[in-house]
């Protein structure tokens, strides 16, 4: 039977609340009980919101969880030559396309395009003059994928070829064999300004390199999956199985999430909650 291998890829932006502590232990347990692996990964690519002190209470968390992991750890961050390498791989075969222009300027558009946002997410390539004119003022830009370029580059039998396996379900119970639709996600950013790398290429590139089996994580990261199939399927890396797990909610019935201040798993401890009253309460 193949290994199977999972990871948890927390970004250090704030520290870890009890949706997260479901999803580490159900990847946790899941991998346990094939007699697999289940690795931390830390996503720290974002220079503007991630701090080491996050880090450093992520492995506290887990630990207090009662979870262990192989050692070392990988530090996205740690690795930017490397995504760097796989920008230029794509560069140079004329998939990606430099975006000068501000978040703004994008969501302003989105506000002024017919047909809704799937256009305005695929801003297209800037006309040459007005590239030139932006690159001699030493403007920053970022490197955007081009859905038109991957596709005519697969062709349109492996683009519509483009599938994952999906052992959990979507937010709106997608389950079994899924055809992969990038186009949801549009002409993504895989070379941000400031960081040189993006979530999607940093992600897609980790999985492969560490030979990830099995993708466990939250509802919230299903429509990603549609766009890291295809940049797994140009870069020739193996698509993993998907499992995406519901997002749990608070008692006033919103999700979990960092950034609305959901109790922390440090201060549930700070509380006297016990790991096991905690798994207990998850069901995991
Ligand atoms: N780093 C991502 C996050 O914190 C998760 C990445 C993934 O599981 O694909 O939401």
């Known amino acids: 039977m193949a290994t199977f291998i999972t990871r948890f890829?927390?970004?250090?932006?704030g520290r870890l609340h009890k949706g997260h502590a479901f999803s580490a232990l159900l990847g946790h347990g899941l991998a346990d009980g094939a007699g697999g692996r289940w690795l931390?990964?830390?996503?720290?690519?974002d220079p503007t919101?991630?701090?080491?002190?996050?880090?450093?209470?992520?492995?506290?968390?887990?630990?207090?969880?009662?979870l262990d992991w192989p050692m070392p750890v990988r530090r996205q961050s740690?690795?930017?030559?490397?995504?760097?390498?796989?920008?230029?791989?794509?560069?140079?075969?004329?998939?990606?396309?430099?975006?000068?222009?501000?978040r703004?300027?994008?969501?302003?558009?989105?506000?002024?395009?017919?047909?809704?946002?799937?256009?305005?997410?695929?801003p297209g390539p800037h006309p040459a003059d007005e590239e030139a004119a932006m690159l001699d003022q030493g403007l920053p830009f970022a490197w955007r994928l081009s859905l038109d370029e991957a596709r005519s580059a697969l062709g349109d039998p492996d683009w519509h070829a483009l599938s994952f396996v999906e052992e959990g379900c979507g937010p709106n119970?997608?389950?079994?064999?899924?055809?992969?639709?990038?186009?949801?996600?549009?002409?993504?950013?895989?070379?941000?300004?400031?960081?040189?790398?993006?979530?999607?290429?940093?992600?897609?590139?980790?999985d492969a390199l560490q030979g990830i089996s099995h993708v466990i994580r939250g509802h919230d990261?299903?429509?990603?999956?549609?766009?890291?199939?295809?940049?797994q399927t140009l870069m020739g890396w193996p698509t993993p199985v998907y499992h995406h797990h519901r997002l749990l909610t608070g008692p006033d019935g919103r999700r979990h999430a960092k950034r609305d201040r959901s109790v922390t798993l440090a201060e549930l401890r700070a509380?006297?909650?016990t790991a096991e009253a905690l798994r207990a309460e998850l069901g995991v």
């Open 9 to 13: 890829a927390p970004s250090p932006t």
């Open 40 to 45: 931390l990964r830390i996503e720290d690519i």
């Open 49 to 66: 919101r991630c701090q080491g002190e996050y880090e450093a209470g992520i492995l506290e968390d887990l630990a207090w969880l009662g």
């Open 78 to 102: 740690d690795h930017l030559p490397d995504y760097a390498a796989v920008v230029e791989a794509l560069r140079q075969r004329g998939l990606l396309y430099r975006c000068f222009r501000t």
């Open 104 to 122: 703004k300027a994008i969501l302003d558009a989105i506000g002024d395009a017919p047909h809704g946002s799937a256009e305005a997410a695929r």
């Open 173 to 206: 119970g997608e389950t079994g064999h899924i055809k992969a639709r990038p186009e949801i996600a549009g002409d993504v950013i895989l070379a941000r300004k400031d960081a040189g790398t993006a979530y999607h290429l940093a992600v897609t590139h980790d």
């Open 221 to 231: 990261l299903f429509e990603a999956t549609h766009i890291q199939v295809l940049i």
């Open 271 to 273: 509380g006297g909650m």
